[in-house]
């Protein structure tokens, strides 16, 4: 996993690549959709512009020009009406009437898939860059840090950890395994400034006896998943990162970064979120 997209290279698979479409142009950035979006447009049209380009007086009042027909293509599938240049023969009018109803086909499509984007809810939480393994209280603890970048609040929400690393059993067959790493708290009524989230790394933690040397030899990652409902949309709403065992500060602490101020107002320095300090 890198950051909170997964990294995996699937082999074997059929390929499905328009059987899933909807689902991922729904999750494409915005930048690309609208550039995919342009794409199709544009080839659309020029594809029934050379249609009626190469047949012979398939346009009234036209020049005979390329530009000609792919204005005509537009207004055709636009649905716009036409002003100087008509269809004149029977072809024409047949891709007329084909690109007419392709061009409400994909109007639908396209009102939809916006919608569904604009629409959809998203968390905005912001992960330290590092985890931190030091002291809390006494007990040698791992913890990370995680801020709601929305002005909102996220209620309700429950944060899970979980150490993914690599190991040999008995058979000397290599497996990935999962273990759920215990929290303090786990969850949080009212996530609107910043979180740590701690767990003790006590005899019974996946974690006890843990080097960076080890960890780094197991392939081990740390896995954080936030979910909760959005109070905006009243939808639910999650958010996901990972640390791989180099993104691990052994003995240091995060540096503060909460202020309050004598009025009883709280202030956050996202400027100095990711910093990391040595421990005492």
């Not at 142009?25 to 659309?44: C, E, H, K, M």
């Amino acid at each position: 996993m890198v950051g909170s997209r997964i990294a995996i290279v699937r082999l074997g698979l059929p390929p499905r690549r328009f059987s899933d479409l909807y689902h991922r142009l729904l999750n494409l950035s915005w930048p690309r959709l609208i550039g995919i979006i342009t794409a199709a447009y544009v080839l659309g049209n020029v594809a029934f512009a050379l249609l009626y380009w190469l047949t012979p007086d398939a346009l009234e009042n036209a020049s005979g020009a390329f530009l000609d027909a792919f204005f005509f293509s537009v207004q055709t599938m636009a649905t716009i009406g036409y002003g100087k240049m008509t269809p004149h023969s029977i072809f024409a009018n047949v891709m007329v009437t084909v690109e007419a109803f392709m061009g409400l086909l994909s109007l639908a499509m396209v009102t939809g898939l916006l919608f569904a984007k604009f629409s959809k809810p998203t968390a905005r939480v912001l992960f330290s860059k590092v985890a931190v393994i030091s002291m809390r209280d006494g007990q040698r603890s791992l913890m990370l840090r995680m801020a709601n970048e929305r002005g909102n609040q996220i209620v309700e929400a429950q944060l899970r950890v979980v150490l993914a690393r690599s190991e040999t059993t008995q058979e000397g067959e290599s497996v990935r395994r999962f273990y759920d790493l215990p929290l303090l708290r786990e969850r949080n009524a009212i996530f609107a400034l910043s979180w740590t989230a701690v767990s003790p790394i006590t005899e019974k933690s996946p974690l006890f006896g843990a080097t960076p040397e080890s960890l780094q030899a197991q392939q081990a990652e740390i896995i954080c998943s936030v979910i909760g409902i959005d109070e905006t949309f009243s939808q639910t709403v999650h958010a996901r990162h990972s640390y791989v065992a180099a993104e691990l500060a052994w003995n240091a602490r995060f540096v503060d970064i909460l202020t309050l101020h004598p009025d009883g107002r709280r202030e956050i320095d996202y400027t100095r979120f990711h910093d990391v300090q040595p421990a005492d």
